[in-house]
């Protein structure tokens, strides 16, 4: 079974800072099905990146993800208010694994 | 536009069962397949299961299988997750959400059921 881990548990930043956020597969998968989801206190995740890099409709340019084999990132380029909140990245091969998430917090 | 409505928040006793519905609209009901997924308190996602609306298939995560159970009704829209024996550890907030783009992510979500196992 594939795990996910991602780093840094938490990231502390300020409004305009650059985000850069790690998710790392336990082993090689293909970067079609990883995705990346944005949740905020008491919403249902919302879908960000898919296939790795491919932003899903509505999402402001500023985000982007990257990667592939074991190694992947979502990256923030310059933070805005609303985008404080938890990033899950996920796998959506046979086991549809998630990682553990990202915390983005204003620092 | 594309909606999962999902049925309201319950309280149930361990050892007991819970049935959570999600009613989809704004988009052809077989064509997708749904997946469940849950989240405790503070904890991070947990894939539970997905189910093919068209058919009745299904695929469980080992950890719940014999214990889950996700249904459809193409007359209504509205697919169903069933957990039975129900633990504290069971208490979370379970989404539905819909496979999409190709079969590649989860790209509309319900807005969630809290189910809480007390005595």
């Known amino acids: 079974e594939i795990v996910l881990t991602q780093s840094p548990g938490t990231l502390s930043l300020s409004p305009g800072e650059r985000a850069t956020l790690s998710c790392r597969a336990s082993?090689?998968?293909?970067?079609?099905?990883l995705g990346w989801y944005q949740q905020k206190p008491g919403q249902p995740p919302k879908l960000l990146i898919y296939?790795?890099?491919s932003r899903a409709t509505g999402v402001p340019d500023r985000f982007s993800g990257s990667g592939s084999g074991t190694d992947f990132t979502l990256t923030i380029s310059r933070l805005e208010p609303e985008d404080f909140a938890v990033y899950h990245c996920q796998y959506h091969g046979t086991s549809y694994t998630f990682g553990g998430g990202t915390k983005v917090e204003m620092k | 536009q594309v909606q999962l409505v999902q049925s309201g928040a319950e309280v149930q006793k361990p050892g007991a069962s819970v049935k959570v519905s999600c009613k989809a609209s704004?988009?052809?009901?077989?064509?997708?397949?749904i997946h469940w997924v849950r989240q405790a308190p503070g904890r991070g996602l947990e894939w539970m299961g997905i189910?093919?609306?068209?058919?009745?298939?299904?695929s469980y995560t080992h950890k719940l299988q014999g214990r889950v159970t996700m249904t459809s009704d193409a007359s209504t829209s509205t697919l169903y997750m069933e957990l039975s024996h129900l633990r504290s550890e069971d208490t979370a907030v379970y989404y539905c959400?819909?496979?999409?783009?190709?079969?590649?992510?989860?790209?509309?979500w319900g807005q969630g059921t809290l189910v809480t196992v007390s005595s």
């Open positions: 704004g988009y052809t009901f077989s064509t997708y397949y």
């Open positions: 082993q090689s998968v293909t970067s079609s099905y």
């Open positions: 189910i093919n609306p068209s058919g009745g298939s299904t």
């Open positions: 296939g790795a890099s």
């Open positions: 959400a819909r496979d999409g783009y190709l079969s590649t992510a989860l790209d509309f």
